[in-house]
């Protein structure tokens, strides 16, 4: 399909529902190893709203890579590949546990551009999630599509110069990705299926999640103060991460708000992200 035709798919809207139960956030708490997490009780912790509204796809609707076909909200783009590439999020009212949910998605943009690897095409949504009428969320989500390639392993980068005030080692194993996809119900093969993803992805190992990353650098800054009151966080993937080798979580505060970095192998710059409080 031409990226004329796609961009027909800008304006389209989804509605879904939800309840905020309180056992994904404690399988959360669990997936993170608390005991007693550091978050505000009987709220939502900020990033945990990804844990809702999940896309109940018949099993007959799925890809040969896990995911459901495309061409029912998403654009049917042609390229095989697909990434979570980055979202910007604001917080505006707490979100009580037990509330009923509800959230409208939007394309708000279909772009094509040339990459390294080929062609590129870009898909932008706002998520807008309510609770009592008013608005408790709101995300914007870069979704990229990208060419096969013969290797999935990009070119190394160079080690970042940053440097981090406090920084935690962590190593994302099987167990850890399983369970992810589990509480997500995401079934990318990449994730969870070793076979698929180094024989027919191309990548050495399982992929870490683009948003599981992204929730360790929240968790990351929350452990150092769990008084922390986020207004915004934004998250960019630059390198993937995989099951074969530890990363750095890294942290440090500016003048008006916290860099957050994921330093992968070699010292590379995986992920950034910046946090602002209230």
Sequence with gaps: MTTSRLEDWIGREEIREDVAHPGPVAALAALLDYEHPPWHAGTLPPLAHWLYFPELARESDLSDDGHPRRGRFLPPVSLPR????GSSIEFHTPIKLGAQLRRCSCIEDVTEKAGRSGRLIFVRLRHDIETSHRLALREWQDIV????????????EPADQLRSETSRQMTADSRLLFRYSALTFNAHRIHYDRDYSRSVEG???LVVHGPLLATLLLDHALRMDPRLQ???FSFRARLPV???SSFELCLAHGADH?????????????????????
């Design 82 to 85: 697909r990434m979570w590439a």
């Design 145 to 156: 599509y990208r060419e096969a390639e013969t290797s999935s392993v990009p070119q190394q």
């Design 203 to 205: 990548y050495p190992g």
């Design 230 to 232: 986020v207004a915004r």
């Design 242 to 244: 995989f099951d074969t």
């Design 258 to 278: 916290t860099r957050l970095w994921i330093r992968g192998p070699g010292g590379a710059t995986a992920m950034t992200a910046q946090l602002n409080t209230v």
